[in-house]
């Protein structure tokens, strides 16, 4: 008899295991004018379309992340997203109606990635400048067998010019010229180009990529996070390279020498084209890197220590003391400054700026943008209006190379630091201690050869240094 019970629990438990499974819906953009206040709920089918159910509400993880997991059966879903109300719910890319989304969930574990591109009761019309176009809505990208928008803004006069001019290209394309596009406000790279050009400038010309919605995080870096994705990063980077750049180059009178031409873009943008810079030195110049998702890989540090200075760049980073939890954001790109020094750039190539009001949004971005398009664009400019400093040591370790000792020397205090090494695939080989004054000893078993060593003090990642051991 108990064996009978048994069995039939276990087939009861099977068969409800395949009926009710977990599907994460992921919110990875909302609107920049959402009420800072407002909670995000979904309504569908599934909960009886109940605009402000509680029980419903998306949790915010932080900067472009909001999230749920509902355990549902396998069906064919509809649903919105809503600020609590139907008066509130979700608008298209106009601010106008948008039809229900639907979604077949086939039951086990799932991840829906989405966007929210306005909300009906606070919606918008295009912004875009005259001289802004889109060059393609499904340009192919071989490397990826996906196809995506692309934006072409061309300076006033590029018709009757003759000149030959350089090349922005810059990620999240629906946010960079038209407020009626953008999913969190627009860069107004387009305004801003267009008053410079008539204070004198000579213009450059800009392409922008859309971002691949749900695929965003998987294109936007080279390495996977172990819960949000990514890996996709070297083939996106090779689509601009190989695909995008030979396309305008042909088409367009542009300066493609990589001494004219930049990459920019933010949080994960600016994460994806610090990767591509650093990787394509004979590409690319000059980079822009706006609040730059570091957190999302620690191996964008030792991928720039590893890879080293190969050509002169100019490089821009700028973060917010806003952004992040106890400004995590700003001392991350004060890690990265330091280890692009170390790296081999020098203090003239990197410029790394805070500001205390910056936070992570596109109006930061969009307010940044002209300091950060001429210091880039035209050496020796300055426009920068507020420079922090603050924890950007520069580490530096003697002897290099070294039989088992390295002196840290820097003219920060390194109390409460410590250190780690890696080997050179990327593997932990010395786990974290204490630095000892200013030593710090490899273990005797680590044979010769190339290792990183990064410093942390007060248990934030401070920069990473390439040694090598004899």
């Not at 928008?149 to 006069?157: A, D, E, V």
């Not at 042909?250 to 020498?257: A, G, I, N």
């Not at 990787?279 to 540090?301: C, H, N, P």
């Not at 630095?435 to 050869?449: D, H, K, P, V």
Request: aromatic share 12%; charged share 20%; hydrophobic share 40%.
């Amino acid at each position: 008899m108990k064996m009978k019970y048994a069995l039939c629990l276990f087939f009861f438990l099977l068969f409800a295991g395949h009926l009710a499974g977990q599907l994460t819906v992921r919110v990875t953009n909302i609107p920049s004018n959402t009420p800072p206040d407002d909670d995000i709920y979904i309504a569908g089918n599934f909960n009886g379309w109940e605009a402000g159910d509680s029980a419903y509400i998306l949790e915010n993880l932080g900067g472009e992340l909001f999230e749920i997991s509902l355990s549902l059966p396998p069906s064919n879903l509809q649903f919105k997203f809503t600020r609590g109300s139907w008066e509130t719910v979700e608008g298209n890319a106009d601010g106008g109606f948008l039809p229900n989304r639907t979604y077949s969930y086939s039951g086990g574990a799932d991840t829906l990635g989405l966007q929210i591109l306005s909300w009906e009761d606070v919606g918008g019309g295009s912004t875009a400048a005259p001289n802004v176009s889109v060059l393609s809505q499904d340009f192919f990208m071989p490397q990826l067998n996906r196809n995506r928008r692309i934006w072409l803004y061309l300076p006033p006069g590029y018709e009757s010019s003759g000149k030959r001019y350089p090349v922005l290209y810059m990620q999240d394309g629906q946010n960079v010229f038209d407020a009626a596009t953008a999913f969190a406000g627009e860069w107004e790279v387009d305004e801003s180009l267009n008053r410079l050009f008539d204070e004198g400038d000579e213009g450059i010309i800009v392409v922008a990529i859309d971002n691949g919605g749900a695929r965003r995080i998987d294109e936007y870096s080279p390495w996977a996070h172990p819960s949000y994705g990514g890996g996709e990063g070297d083939a996106y980077v090779n689509f601009i390279v190989e695909t995008l750049k030979p396309y305008i180059d042909e088409h367009y009178r542009t300066r493609p020498e990589r001494e004219f031409t930049g990459i920019m873009g933010s949080s994960l943008g600016g994460l994806i084209s610090f990767y591509a810079a650093i990787e394509r030195q004979d590409i690319f110049g000059k980079l822009g890197a706006f609040s730059t998702s570091f957190w999302f890989a620690d191996e964008v540090y030792t991928h720039v220590a590893s890879t080293g200075k190969e050509a002169d760049m100019r490089i821009y980073i700028i973060a917010g003391e806003l952004e992040g939890s106890g400004g995590g954001q700003v001392a991350d790109m004060n890690a990265m400054y330091n280890t692009l020094l170390s790296a081999g750039f020098s203090e003239e190539e990197v410029l790394a700026i805070s500001h205390s009001d910056g936070q992570h949004s596109e109006w930061y971005w969009a307010r940044e943008f002209p300091a950060a398009y001429e210091w880039l664009f035209h050496p020796g400019a300055t426009g920068v209006k507020e420079v922090s400093s603050r924890g950007k040591p520069l580490f530096r370790v003697f002897p290099n190379p070294s039989d088992t000792n390295f002196h840290l020397i820097t003219d920060v205090s390194l109390t409460a630091a410590e250190y780690d090494a890696l080997s050179i695939d990327g593997r932990v080989v010395q786990e974290k201690m204490p630095l000892q004054g200013n030593l710090i000893r490899l273990r005797e078993e680590l044979g010769a050869g190339l290792y990183f060593l990064r410093i942390y003090r007060d248990g934030k990642l401070a920069g990473v240094l390439k040694v090598v051991r004899h």
